[in-house]
T-cell receptor, first 115, second 114 residues
């Protein structure tokens, strides 16, 4: 069973559209994240949720709205997509608000291409 | 704020050579955590190791070893007797207690040629 799963794996869409990426983890973790990897492979955190509560929002445009219906899910909705949003988006999860006892487990990534 | 620097953008070696990937971190916190992740061509991020700032013991796992030196703020990764399957982008990352996020280095693309 996949520990952290994201859907879809690939997403090609036109500028201006609204799209969602879904993430689910079956590890029983209480903290989930979204990271963005740009074309130069640079990975940067976007959001972090702990027990459905937003704890990190790293100056991401408000066109990006994460939603956590429960601890096991953290979806990412993007409005009015722009060319610069093209990237690979990774979902991750970990146990606890602290990194002390665990690492973050990452999903397979969603490659978003905006045309 | 933390910062992680992987000065080597790309490394290319011939199979069976040993190779070391450098990682230098910056943080003002006394409690922090260091990580290495592997991203193979298939794209997923695979956890390799986590180290906390109080544990400077080096670690060996098979052909992989890590050298943590607080004096130089480095957490280098060595692959011994490299294999083609080791070809990937390797990321070093750091996190501080309470910050609840990882700060990644730029990644080092390692190519092992047969």
């Amino acid at each position: 069973d996949t520990a952290v799963s994201q859907t879809p794996k690939y997403l090609v869409t036109q500028m201006g559209n609204d799209k969602s990426i879904k993430c689910e983890q079956n590890l029983g973790h209480d903290t989930m994240y979204w990271y963005k990897q740009d074309s130069k492979k640079f990975l940067k955190i976007m959001f972090s949720y702990n027990n459905k509560e937003l704890i990190i929002n790293e100056t991401v445009p408000n066109r990006f709205s994460p939603k956590s219906p429960d601890k096991a899910h953290l979806n990412l909705h993007i409005n009015s997509l722009e060319l610069g949003d093209s990237a690979v988006y990774f979902c991750a999860s970990s146990q606890g608000r602290l990194l002390m006892n665990t690492e973050a487990f990452f999903g397979q990534g969603t490659r978003l291409t905006v045309v | 704020a933390q910062k992680v620097t992987q000065a080597q953008t790309e490394i290319s070696v011939v199979e069976k050579e040993d190779v070391t990937l450098d990682c230098v971190y910056e943080t003002r916190d006394t409690t922090y955590y260091l990580f290495w992740y592997k991203q193979p061509p298939s794209g997923e991020l695979v956890f390799l190791i986590r180290r906390n700032s109080f544990d400077e013991q080096n670690e060996i796992s098979g052909r992989y070893s890590w050298n943590f030196q607080k004096s130089t703020s480095s957490f280098n990764f060595t692959i011994t007797a490299s294999q083609v399957v080791d070809s990937a982008v390797y990321f070093c990352a750091a996190g501080v207690q309470g910050a609840q996020k990882l700060v990644f280095g730029q990644g080092t693309r390692l190519t092992i040629n047969p």
